[in-house]
Nanobody, 119 residues
């Protein structure tokens, strides 16, 4: 497993942008797939975006396609989530998660960072 720490959340207005960071410690992070999840009050956790270990492939939830971009810098052991054109419905606690590329399930989770978008 790796240890993950998210940062970059905050309170913004609709239409604003935020960039979340997920810093990892532990060996071989560059061999881990990483995803961002979010959970709003009284809602189930949902996957927002994912990136493979090499950064060669990304995927997004339909609700954020065209607005969010996931990227990674393996030299810095960090994954980013650039969020543009934020909407009130993006309000949630955002978590990053990682798994070795051979695994099916994510086995390392951060503590989460709150994103609040006001209308």
């Amino acid at each position: 497993q790796v240890q993950l720490v998210e940062s970059g959340g905050g309170l913004v207005q609709a239409g604003d942008s935020l960039r979340l960071s997920c810093a990892a410690s532990g060996r071989a992070f560059s061999s881990y797939d990483v995803a961002w999840f979010r959970q709003a009050p009284a809602k189930e956790r949902e996957s927002v975006a994912a990136i493979t270990w090499s950064g060669g492939s990304t995927s997004y939830a339909d609700s954020v396609k065209g607005r969010f971009t996931i990227s990674r810098d393996n030299a810095k052991n960090t994954v980013y989530l650039q969020m543009n054109s934020l909407k009130p419905e993006d309000t949630a606690v955002y978590y990053c998660a990682a798994k070795p590329r051979s695994y099916t399930d994510f086995d390392s989770w951060g503590q989460g960072t709150q994103v609040t978008v006001s209308s």
